[in-house]
């Protein structure tokens, strides 16, 4: 387990091992960060700042939006989905949701922006790179098969 004092001198102190590159669709242009990925031996750890995030209205009706790495290595796709050909979940072990290898932590949106961290030894940065970072319209219900019904994808960026 990481003290957050760690995590912080890690983030300080280091250039990461990968990044994306987040931006938004043309529905949401607005959408732009990184998704900053470093090694920490058998581990990830992947540190997000986004800005240009769609937010509710009120104390009570915060958005919360699926963020999710997808098996695809393109941000490209159709006027249906803008990312079409980022994918499905990435997901090599055959396992349902919410225990594919690309599943994450929510994005709770503050003002527009989000920032989190999150450590995982479910994949290497070598097994993602060139996969996608995708963020979803809506909250992942982590249940529903086989995506969570997190909704559109609103921001892409590959891994490099």
């Not at 996969?131 to 490099?160: E, L, W």
Request: net charge negative; aromatic share 8%; hydrophobic share 30%.
């Amino acid at each position: 387990m990481y003290q957050s004092d760690c995590i912080g001198r890690i983030i300080s102190c280091r250039n990461p091992n990968a990044v994306a590159n987040i931006r938004g669709s043309a529905e949401y242009p607005c959408i732009g960060g990184q998704v900053r990925l470093y090694s920490l031996g058998n581990e990830v750890l992947l540190v997000t700042s986004l800005y240009g995030l769609p937010q509710g209205e009120g104390c009570c009706n915060r958005t919360v939006l699926g963020m999710h790495i997808h098996e695809g290595g393109r941000c490209s796709g159709d006027q249906k989905d803008p990312f079409a050909d980022a994918g499905a979940h990435y997901d090599t072990a055959g396992c349902p949701h919410p225990y594919h290898q690309g599943d994450l932590p929510p994005v709770f949106v503050n003002n527009g922006m989000a920032w989190g961290a999150v450590v995982t030894d479910k994949f290497t940065i070598e097994e993602i790179r060139g996969k996608t970072v995708i963020i979803h319209r809506m909250s992942d219900d982590f249940m529903t098969q086989p995506s969570g019904n997190s909704g559109a994808k609103i921001a892409c960026g590959v891994i490099y």
